[in-house]
């Protein structure tokens, strides 16, 4: 009764009806834990959505979302006649929902009153003016102060000058107090290096090739330097796939190998990687034999020095991410296998990637949701929910 009674049953068996196909009194007793990180958020979005709040305040509400359920909230963020604050890097929702955008750096914030997409102009213009603001201050500044201490060395002659080196004084005090101007944002420069080396033609064949109860069974080749998109529902036995190349006994029929070589590393969605938590970042590069100077460079790249002695658990899901791939980049794989790899990754990260991955010679497998990074691919493995896979020249969602 005092959570709403009858009307709040009612919303929840709509919202798991919807988000996980059964009726509240099927699901009621779940652990939330049992839930995949899709069907937690799309409950939760669900609920939100359908309640009577005026305002929603939504961190990262599109991660764990498939293509499906990255449409449908778009269609809802743009329907909804609620004012609605959220968090987000998917550059693709953005451009298609906001109609403002907050920018928090420099210790501040500013707001750009237009969408995504004539956001990095914006951005490009504001830096732009303050750099110019910045120059003009200096120079203002610069003569102030020249002016002072010709003033105090006129003072030192005659008294005369006292009361007008006094007031100069003054005068620059005050001029650097109120006029000064606004704090440029430091770039973001993360660096990635990653290297690959030349392997054999075919990087991988796949023979009547199925997963027991998630994928049909389906034969292909990927060869040297294909970017290969991995695309399709939750739950439809994309990651499976990507840890079984990655050498993981996953349950499998038919054949499958790898080409001459061939030496994968995988990215993990979800960062469950127990062999990097407890020690600081730091030190699980220097037990690789890294060179103490050469870890902190490679940490600095990926703007991570902040954190050096911070254990990997204890980071950020973004500075997780960019872990995992300087960690990768160190073993200078010839395949690298990313599960969902911009979905922690901040605008600036995910265009470092894309920027790395331009320049890098080898393979790349890719399970991805993220419509912007799909057109930096070649082809695509689409996996069905009912199973099967079909081979696409283009991304099958735009």
Same mark, same amino acid.
Request: aromatic share 8%; glycine share 8%.
């Given at each position: @009764?005092?959570?709403?009674? #009858?009307?709040?049953?009612?919303?929840?068996?709509?919202?798991?009806?919807?988000?996980?196909?059964?009726?509240?009194?099927?699901?009621?007793?779940?652990?939330?834990?049992?839930?995949?990180?899709?069907?937690?958020?799309?409950?939760?979005?669900?609920?939100?959505?359908?309640?009577?709040?005026?305002?929603?305040?939504? =961190?990262?509400?599109?991660?764990?979302?498939?293509?499906?359920?990255?449409?449908?909230?778009?269609?809802?963020?743009?329907?909804?006649?609620?004012?609605?604050?959220?968090?987000?890097? =998917?550059?693709?929702? +953005?451009?298609? $929902?906001?109609?403002?955008?907050?920018?928090?750096?420099?210790?501040?914030?500013?707001?750009?009153?237009?969408?995504?997409?004539?956001?990095?102009?914006?951005?490009?213009?504001?830096?732009?003016?303050?750099?110019?603001?910045?120059?003009?201050?200096?120079?203002?500044?610069?003569?102030? $102060?020249?002016?002072?201490?010709?003033?105090?060395?006129?003072?030192?002659?005659?008294?005369?000058?006292?009361?007008?080196?006094?007031?100069?004084?003054?005068?620059?005090?005050?001029?650097?107090?109120?006029?000064?101007?606004?704090?440029?944002?430091?770039?973001?420069?993360?660096?990635?290096?990653?290297?690959?080396?030349?392997?054999?033609?075919?990087?991988?064949?796949?023979? =009547?090739?199925?997963?027991?109860?998630?994928?049909?069974?389906?034969?292909?080749?990927? #060869?040297?330097?294909?970017?290969?998109?991995?695309?399709?529902?939750?739950?439809?036995?994309?990651? *499976?796939?990507?840890?079984?190349?990655?050498?993981?006994?996953?349950?499998?029929?038919?054949?499958?190998?790898?080409?001459?070589?061939?030496?994968?590393?995988?990215?993990?969605? %979800?960062?469950?990687?127990?062999?990097?938590?407890?020690?600081?970042?730091?030190?699980?590069?220097?037990?690789?034999?890294?060179?103490?100077?050469?870890? %902190?460079?490679?940490?600095?790249? #990926?703007?991570?020095?902040?954190?050096?002695?911070?254990?990997?658990?204890?980071?950020? @899901?973004?500075?997780?991410?960019?872990?995992?791939?300087?960690?990768?980049?160190?073993?200078?794989?010839? %395949? +690298?296998?990313? =599960?969902?790899?911009?979905?922690? +990754?901040?605008?600036?990260?995910?265009?470092?990637?894309?920027?790395?991955?331009?320049? #890098?010679?080898?393979?790349?497998?890719?399970?991805? *949701?993220?419509?912007?990074? %799909?057109?930096?691919?070649?082809?695509?493995?689409?996996?069905?929910?009912?199973?099967?896979? *079909? $081979?696409?020249?283009?991304?099958?969602?735009?």
């Amino acid at each position: @009764g005092d959570a709403g009674g #009858y009307e709040t049953e009612v919303l929840w068996d709509t919202c798991t009806t919807i988000a996980l196909g059964k009726p509240f009194e099927e699901v009621a007793a779940r652990p939330v834990a049992t839930l995949s990180g899709g069907e937690q958020k799309r409950l939760a979005l669900e609920v939100l959505l359908r309640s009577d709040a005026e305002i929603l305040l939504l =961190d990262e509400p599109d991660n764990f979302l498939d293509i499906q359920g990255k449409r449908w909230l778009e269609a809802r963020l743009r329907d909804s006649p609620r004012t609605i604050l959220y968090v987000s890097h =998917d550059r693709t929702l +953005l451009a298609r $929902t906001a109609q403002k955008v907050v920018t928090i750096e420099a210790e501040g914030s500013w707001t750009h009153h237009d969408g995504f997409e004539t956001y990095a102009e914006a951005r490009s213009l504001r830096l732009a003016r303050i750099e110019e603001e910045q120059r003009r201050f200096a120079e203002e500044k610069q003569r102030l $102060t020249a002016a002072l201490v010709e003033f105090k060395r006129r003072a030192a002659i005659s008294d005369k000058f006292a009361s007008t080196a006094e007031a100069m004084e003054k005068r620059l005090d005050r001029f650097v107090r109120d006029g000064a101007p606004r704090r440029r944002a430091r770039e973001q420069r993360i660096r990635m290096n990653l290297e690959g080396g030349r392997t054999g033609s075919l990087v991988l064949k796949l023979v =009547d090739f199925a997963l027991p109860g998630l994928v049909q069974t389906f034969s292909t080749e990927i #060869y040297f330097g294909e970017r290969v998109g991995v695309v399709g529902p939750n739950g439809a036995g994309k990651s *499976h796939f990507l840890r079984l190349l990655a050498g993981e006994n996953i349950e499998h029929t038919g054949g499958w190998r790898l080409g001459a070589r061939v030496r994968p590393a995988l990215f993990s969605q %979800m960062h469950d990687r127990p062999d990097l938590d407890g020690a600081p970042i730091l030190s699980v590069l220097l037990d690789e034999g890294i060179e103490r100077s050469r870890a %902190m460079s490679s940490l600095k790249r #990926y703007e991570l020095q902040a954190v050096a002695d911070v254990p990997f658990s204890l980071l950020s @899901g973004g500075q997780q991410a960019r872990f995992q791939l300087l960690a990768i980049e160190l073993t200078t794989p010839t %395949m +690298l296998l990313l =599960d969902e790899p911009t979905d922690n +990754l901040d605008v600036d990260s995910a265009e470092a990637l894309e920027a790395g991955l331009d320049a #890098y010679e080898g393979t790349v497998v890719a399970v991805t *949701h993220d419509r912007w990074f %799909m057109q930096q691919l070649d082809r695509f493995l689409l996996f069905e929910r009912d199973g099967t896979v *079909h $081979t696409l020249l283009e991304p099958p969602y735009s």
